[in-house]
C-alpha cells in the first residue's frame, strides 16, 4: 500500500484528520517565505499532536548537518526535509543519526536519481523557479517511468489525481500540500480526508 505524506500542516484539527484518514507521515515547514512556514516554537507542540506511528518531518532550508540534526532534536521530529545549500550532505548526516530522510530532487534530474546505494529516499517534485515544495504543479510523469529505486512523488498532487499516479507508477509514496488547501497555508479537511482514501486505495 502507498506511503502517504500530507505536508504544511498547521492547526491541530489538519493532524487529528490526516491521522485518521491513514495518513503515514506529517510534514511540517520552517522555511521562511512560505505560506506554510512554522517556527520551531510553534512546531514543537503540533509534534507532540502526532501519534507515535506517523513520521514526523520538518522541512528546512540550508542548514547544515549539524544544524539540521540540532532542529530535528529540538521540535522531536523523526524525519527531515532538507533544502538548500547543505542538502545532500545534510540528509546523510541526518540519515547516519538514524533520522528518516526525504531528499528533493526535480522530476526533470531524475534520471540521475539516486540509484547509488546511499539509503536516502527521493522526493522528485516540479521545478519551480524560487520555490522549494508547495507549488501545486504537476510534471510529466512519464520523467520517473523506468526508474526501479523507491521514491516517493509531489508536485500538484490532489484527490482528483493522486489514484491515476499512483496506478501507472506504483510509487513508493506520495506526498501533498498546496492542492490540499483552501487557501495559502490553511488546509481543507475535506480534501485531506478525501488525499489520503484515494492514495491508499489506488
Known sequence: MTWVKVCGLRRREEIEVAASAGADAIGFVSIPGSPRFLSLEEIAPLITMVPSALRRIILTMDLDPDELINVATRVGADGVQPYGRYAREAAEAA????????????????????????????????????????????????????????????????????????????????????????????????????????????
Do not use: C
Open 95 to 202: 540519515m547516519n543519526a538514524g533520522l528518516f530522510v526525504l531528499l528533493p530532487l526535480r522530476a526533470d534530474e531524475a534520471d540521475q536519481g539516486l540509484q547509488d546505494g546511499s539509503g536516502l529516499m527521493p522526493l522528485y517534485d516540479s521545478r519551480v523557479s524560487g520555490v522549494f515544495g508547495g507549488s501545486g504543479q504537476t510534471f510529466d510523469w512519464g520523467l520517473l517511468e523506468g526508474i526501479e529505486e523507491s521514491y516517493v512523488v509531489a508536485g500538484g498532487l490532489s484527490p482528483e489525481n493522486v489514484d491515476v499516479l499512483v496506478n501507472r507508477l506504483q510509487p513508493w509514496g506520495v506526498d501533498a500540500s498546496s492542492r490540499l488547501e483552501t487557501h495559502p497555508g490553511t488546509k481543507d479537511l475535506g480534501k485531506i480526508s478525501a488525499f489520503v482514501s484515494k492514495a491508499k486505495g489506488a
